[in-house]
């Protein structure tokens, strides 16, 4: 079994390999493939043609609803993993916790369909 200083040592050399890792990357990158500044890069298009509309018109404030219901929904599947794997040292008092969670999650998303968030707009 590793000590605590033996794992935070772990965690600083893979911290420091994965930084190494994206600094080499892109270092590579922009010693391959230098960027040419050209002017239709600038032009915003729709595949492959000139788009008529200004850019902020292309997304809608109407899709928030639909961001933070995946956020809450995500943020619910990021806390039953490891809730699932203390369940049985645990016991019932997790399944309660749980069922009050996902009850206050549902409440949440009742709402968001009572106020029109899920249907077509």
Same mark, same amino acid.
């Given at each position: 079994? !590793? %000590?605590?200083?033996?794992?935070?040592?772990?965690? #600083?050399? #893979?911290?420091?390999?994965?930084?190494?890792? *994206?600094?080499?990357?892109?270092?590579? +990158?922009?010693?391959?493939?230098?960027?040419? %500044?050209?002017?239709?890069?600038?032009?915003? =298009?729709?595949?492959?043609?000139?788009?008529?509309?200004? *850019?902020?018109?292309?997304?809608?404030?109407?899709?928030?609803?639909?961001?933070? #219901?995946?956020? +809450?929904?995500?943020?619910? !599947?990021?806390?039953?993993?490891?809730? =699932?794997?203390?369940?049985?040292?645990? &016991? #019932?008092?997790?399944?309660?916790? !749980? &069922?009050?969670?996902? +009850?206050?999650?549902?409440?949440?998303? @009742?709402?968001?369909? %009572?106020?029109? =968030? @899920? &249907?077509?707009?």
């Amino acid at each position: 079994m !590793m %000590s605590v200083l033996e794992q935070y040592a772990l965690l #600083l050399s #893979l911290v420091l390999g994965i930084a190494a890792t *994206v600094l080499a990357l892109y270092g590579l +990158a922009r010693a391959i493939g230098p960027t040419r %500044s050209e002017p239709g890069k600038d032009v915003p =298009a729709s595949s492959g043609a000139l788009s008529r509309d200004p *850019v902020w018109g292309r997304y809608h404030a109407r899709y928030y609803g639909y961001a933070l #219901l995946f956020l +809450a929904f995500d943020m619910e !599947m990021a806390f039953m993993y490891p809730w =699932a794997v203390v369940y049985r040292e645990v &016991g #019932l008092v997790a399944l309660y916790d !749980m &069922g009050v969670f996902l +009850a206050i999650l549902f409440l949440g998303l @009742l709402y968001g369909w %009572s106020q029109g =968030a @899920l &249907g077509r707009q």
